[in-house]
């Protein structure tokens, strides 16, 4: 009589299989865990330009009549007296310090009367990219915007 073997355990095709898709699943979890910490980062560098803007634009608000009137391209560039390098707790800083940030703020007159003023205050990160500073990346800037009366209301 014939007897019969039954398998046991796996062939080593079986066990090359497993073990890769068991790294590809852990390099795929790499990857995503990088992203995480990456987008991390950026959304507190966003919190943190928040903060920063919402603490001028109190300032300006708060004495906005006797704001001076702004260049037109305040926002844009460095315009004397509309900008400022703070760091992460808003003190003064300069450009090659860490963890800078360029504040720049706009006072313009809305409509024909002078009484009526648009405030705006962007603020963005400082980077060091291949040695050379970037300030103002316009991909994590905030900026906010707020009407406001020289007259009381």
Same mark, same amino acid.
């Given at each position: 009589? =014939? ?20 790294? $590809? ?5 790499? $990857? ?15 919190? *943190? ?15 906005? &009549?006797?704001?001076?009137?702004? %260049? ?7 315009? %004397? ?12 800083? $300069? ?7 360029? =504040?720049?703020?706009?006072?313009? #007159?809305?409509?024909? /009367?002078?009484?009526?003023?648009? *405030?705006?205050? +962007?603020?963005? #990160?400082?980077?060091?990219? &291949?040695?050379? /500073?970037?300030?103002? +990346?316009?991909?994590? &800037? ?12």
């Amino acid at each position: 009589m =014939r007897r019969l073997y039954v398998e046991r355990g796996t062939t080593l095709v079986e066990a090359v299989v497993a073990i890769g898709l068991l790294a $590809g699943a852990v390099i795929v979890l790499a $990857g995503l865990s990088a992203q995480a910490v990456r987008t991390a980062a950026l959304a507190r560098e966003r919190s *943190v330009a928040a903060m920063l803007a919402l603490q001028k634009m109190e300032a300006m608000c708060r004495d906005v &009549h006797t704001a001076a009137l702004s %260049p037109g391209s305040a926002l844009e560039s460095d315009a %004397p007296g509309f900008f400022e390098y703070v760091n992460v707790r808003g003190e003064a800083a $300069g450009e090659a310090d860490g963890s800078v940030f360029v =504040r720049r703020w706009a006072v313009t #007159p809305m409509g024909a /009367g002078a009484d009526l003023l648009a *405030v705006q205050v +962007d603020v963005a #990160p400082c980077r060091n990219t &291949h040695g050379a /500073g970037r300030c103002g +990346d316009t991909t994590t &800037h905030v900026r906010l915007a707020s009407v406001r009366s020289r007259v009381a209301w």
